[in-house]
């Protein structure tokens, strides 16, 4: 089991990013997904998550920016990022949001906002 991330780059504060992860295995259907950022000499943090029905919660601080998805057909989570800040600049990662359940992280994928 994989999970792959992609969509990061450079962007201007106020611009946008689509992430996208992709997951391998029947099990990811049915699990709780969750993105999550680490930027430099920080902890790694929950930035949103998603339920197997399409429920979706959002850290205080990129709600009404960010919007999670989920593809169950296609194993795909999302995160559509606008407005986006200098402080969101991280390394960003997908996973399951209950940690027992966790898969190993994968490389992540960088997301730079410029000022």
């Known amino acids: 089991v994989q999970l792959v991330e992609s969509g990061g780059g450079l962007v201007q504060a106020g611009g946008s990013l689509r992430l996208s992860c992709l997951a391998s295995g029947r099990i990811f259907r049915f699990r709780q997904m969750g993105w999550f950022r680490q930027a430099p000499e920080k902890e790694r943090e929950l930035v949103a998550s998603?339920?197997?029905?399409?429920?979706?919660s959002y850290a205080d601080d990129v709600k009404g920016r960010f919007t999670i998805s989920r593809d169950n057909a296609e194993n795909t989570i999302d995160l559509q990022m606008n407005s986006l800040k200098p402080e969101d600049t991280a390394v960003y990662y997908c996973?399951?949001?209950?940690?027992?359940?966790?898969?190993?992280w994968g490389q992540g994928t960088q997301v730079t906002v410029s000022s």
């Open positions: 998603i339920d197997g029905v399409g429920r979706a």
């Open positions: 996973n399951a949001y209950i940690r027992a359940q966790r898969l190993p």
